[in-house]
């Protein structure tokens, strides 16, 4: 079964970056959508931005639109979700899920549109 592994999270002022990375041991990542998703605490999870395979699509929510900027390095089996500009409503914990299609869903999908999850990486935006 595939397993995804994020990485990269961690406490951040306002205005900084952070880079999470998402890969997958034994399986290759070429054919899948990746989306990634946050839920901060007492929220439900939501999805934030899709990439498909080849980097055809690649979807935002307007909330991360010009700060969040997805991407792959298939060469690597990692994919990257690049964080600027955050704030403190961006803390949540992270993760990245895989589609067993190529496309993504409509918009960047909902929770029961992926089939495979990481276990996630916390981002705490604070002063």
């Known amino acids: 079964q595939l397993q995804l592994v994020e990485s990269g999270g961690g406490l951040v002022q306002p205005g900084g970056s952070l880079r999470l990375s998402c890969t997958a041991s034994r399986y290759t990542l070429e054919y899948y959508a990746i989306g990634w998703f946050r839920q901060a605490p007492g929220k439900e999870r939501e999805g934030i931005s899709c990439?498909?395979?080849?980097?055809?699509?690649?979807k935002y929510v307007d909330s991360v639109k010009g700060r969040f900027t997805a991407s792959r390095d298939d060469a690597k089996n990692t994919l990257y979700l690049q964080m600027n500009s955050l704030k403190p409503g961006d803390t949540a914990v992270y993760f990245c899920a895989a589609r067993n299609v190529e496309g993504c869903p409509r918009g960047v999908g909902q929770s029961d549109e992926y089939d495979y999850w990481g276990q996630g990486t916390q981002v705490t935006v604070s002063s």
């Open positions: 990439i498909s395979s080849s980097s055809i699509q690649v």
